[in-house]
């Protein structure tokens, strides 16, 4: 039998379609995600959970001249599907392919790449207010998770919008869970919403009673919504959203396709700001996505029978594990070490921690800034906070990190995961501009381990030192170190001498070390002898051994990091070396390019961009 799917080219043949005939392309849709992320790998459960979704505001919508702004982007396969990518989709996340996240250089119908959370209502307001003053005439929506809009920003741009009173319609996509389940005050709050029986029974009984309405008229909409409004007031704690200046609707099953499209074509009615609540469930459609979304949400591949987990990769570190594992470790010997995760309890190898010490664990949702805010008060107090945030996210806590922590001397850690490449999540993920962003901050220590047992002994340092300290780390290394049960304490800004040699100096960084370990021996063939340093620190720089290995002036230099060459390890080397007027060294800083970098593997990438033992070997022997 053909397939619906296969006559679907943009969302215009998707309209061709009668409301009866939607659910079966909703569940080839589904199927047609399974068979791809069971190879690729992906943001499979909360595609699975928005697949009505997308269905629906395509076929009462008309992207790209109404726009819609989906939130994070990790819900839009479906989105993808419907807007011309569907014979592409085998290549989802791979070097090359498509990309995971809605992105604005592969297609018309996305208005932004996206990849970080809470940003919708703010794109989607600001492309109403230019609408608006360009005379323009489309509709702009918002599609946003309740995880997503734990963020601040999202209730900035509510707060904003209330204000404005502008058409804005935000779809609020609302299955309980953020990646793990979602936390906080307005998560119980939607909770409320969702399970209020006495609210829900009224308004069914009110709708029941006017569909026996043969024609409802503007007018009498107006009346019903009035009314509804009306018993909001009474049953709706709050009524939060109106309180902000928004028209809320909901909650409605956001996997009954005809209510949803109604609801859409009823709400795009309306000229003020509007939040249409949808319940969902996350993984739908999928029995070991539903039963287990954490492990779904972001999957490696899969057998699709069994839900079984294809890739594990043993031999190779695991700096997650190695993290969570050892703050359960410090936690138990010294009582004031706390921890903070911004809605990454798994990712960052909490999961163990937050079981031991749930009255210690502190996930604050999708709330950088927060999060290092809070930090410092709890250092502030007495306590040893300790932050896990990935270095893509700790991009947006900028301010926070200079003027909360740094400035203040608090004493707070911060375990900045996914250092680096992080693959197949490509540009809106990679972690490469954190040593740019925090390499010059007073106060700040700055450090990256070249293995596990180094990462363990960086923590145990940090958390004895008495000001703000940063450990910069990829999830995987090259090398799998067994780690000793004891800690070894790291002297305060001293690099690591690990091969002495009378050629070039080769100072690495983190997961740099050990490839340049590698081309050190390769290069020892040849009769180029360098000398291989662990850096170790990025801040305070081991000046001191810099000085001793180059005091003659004649030994090449070569600075090697996962990072971008501007502003990172090898140009704050670069400055130093400047300072002491060392001008005839020859240099070569080996780090990623100053770009976007696309998605693809990371050890594709590390090669593509000379980051390999090759790519080290060879950079060295141009130099020599
Ligand atoms: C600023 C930022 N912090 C953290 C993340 C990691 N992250 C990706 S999706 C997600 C949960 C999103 O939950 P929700 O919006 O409810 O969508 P769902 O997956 O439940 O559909 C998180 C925390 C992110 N993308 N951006």
Same mark, same amino acid.
């Given at each position: ?333 010294? !009582? ?8 990454? &309890? %798994?990712? *960052?190898?909490?999961?163990?921690? +937050?079981?031991?010490? #749930? ?91 070249? !293995? ?8 145990? &340092? %940090?958390? *004895?030192?008495?000001?703000?300290? +940063?450990?910069?780390? #990829? ?102 070396? %400047? ?46």
């Amino acid at each position: 039998m053909n397939r619906l799917l296969d006559s679907i080219n943009s969302p215009v043949d998707l309209k061709r379609l009668k409301i009866r005939q939607l659910p079966q392309l909703a569940s080839e849709i589904r199927e047609e995600m399974i068979r791809v992320v069971s190879r690729t790998g992906g943001h499979l459960a909360s595609s699975l959970g928005a697949v009505e979704l997308a269905i629906a505001i395509h076929y009462v919508f008309t992207s790209p001249k109404d726009t819609i702004v989906w939130d994070v982007g990790h819900q839009a396969y479906a989105h993808k599907l419907l807007t011309g990518r569907k014979e592409r989709f085998d290549s989802l996340r791979q070097f090359g392919g498509i990309s995971g996240f809605p992105n604005k250089d592969e297609s018309s119908h996305d208005p932004f790449t996206v990849g970080h959370a809470s940003t919708s209502i703010s794109q989607a307001l600001g492309m109403v207010v230019a609408n608006s003053l360009t005379r323009s005439s489309g509709r702009v929506v918002a599609v946003i998770g309740d995880g997503a809009l734990t963020g601040g920003m999202a209730f900035e741009a509510l707060n904003h919008a209330g204000q404005l009173g502008k058409k804005i319609i935000v779809v609020l996509n609302s299955n309980e869970m953020a990646i793990s389940p979602s936390v906080g005050a307005l998560s119980k709050y939607l909770n409320k919403i969702i399970t209020n029986p006495l609210y829900n029974r009224i308004r069914q009984d009110i709708r029941t009673l006017l569909k026996r309405i043969p024609r409802l008229g503007p007018k009498m909409l107006t009346t019903a919504q009035r009314l509804e409004e009306g018993i909001k007031d009474l049953f709706v704690p709050g009524a939060f959203f109106e309180e902000l200046g928004f028209r809320y609707f909901g909650p409605i099953d956001g996997h009954n396709l005809a209510l949803v499209i109604q609801a859409l074509k009823n709400i795009t009615l309306i000229n003020e700001p509007i939040l249409l609540h949808l319940i969902t469930k996350k993984g739908k459609g999928y029995k070991f996505a539903e039963s287990d979304p954490v492990r779904f949400h972001s999957a490696v591949p899969f057998d699709v029978e069994t839900g079984i987990s294809k890739k594990s990769q043993p031999t190779r570190s695991n700096f997650t594990e190695t993290f969570g594992r050892t703050v359960c470790d410090l936690a138990s010997r010294d !009582d004031r070490i706390v921890v903070i995760t911004p809605a990454m &309890t %798994a990712g *960052s190898g909490l999961v163990d921690f +937050a079981k031991a010490f #749930p009255a210690r664990f502190f996930d604050v949702g999708i709330a950088e800034q927060h999060a290092l805010t809070f930090a410092g008060g709890l250092a502030r107090g007495g306590l040893k906070p300790v932050v896990a945030i990935y270095s893509t996210f700790l991009q947006r806590a900028y301010d926070q990190m200079v003027h909360d922590i740094c400035l203040q001397n608090l004493h707070v850690v911060l375990a900045i995961d996914r250092a680096g490449l992080v693959g197949e999540d490509g540009p809106t993920h990679h972690g490469v501009f954190d040593i740019a962003y925090l390499g010059h901050i007073p106060n700040l220590v700055l450090m990256a381990p070249k !293995d596990e047992q180094e990462l363990k002994d960086m923590i145990y &340092t %940090a958390i *004895s030192l008495p000001g703000p300290v +940063a450990i910069r780390y #990829p999830k995987r290394g090259t090398e799998r170190i067994q780690t000793d049960k004891d800690y070894h304490n790291i002297q305060l800004g001293q690099a690591e001498v690990l091969k002495q040699g009378r050629g070039p100096v080769i100072m690495a960084i983190g997961s740099m070390v050990y490839p340049a370990l590698k081309a050190a021996e390769i290069l020892a063939k040849e009769d180029i002898e360098p000398t291989v340093v662990n850096a170790r620190f990025i801040r305070p720089l081991d000046e001191a051994l810099l000085d001793e290995l180059l005091a003659d002036g004649n030994r090449p230099l070569v600075t090697i990091e996962e990072h971008v060459e501007r502003c990172g390890f090898g140009s704050i080397v670069l400055e130093f070396l %400047a300072e002491r007027g060392k001008k005839d060294i020859k240099i070569k800083r080996l780090a990623l390019p100053n770009s976007f970098i696309e998605q693809g593997s990371r050890s594709l990438l590390l090669d593509k961009y000379g980051l390999s033992v090759k790519g080290i070997v060879d950079s060295v022997r141009e130099i020599v």
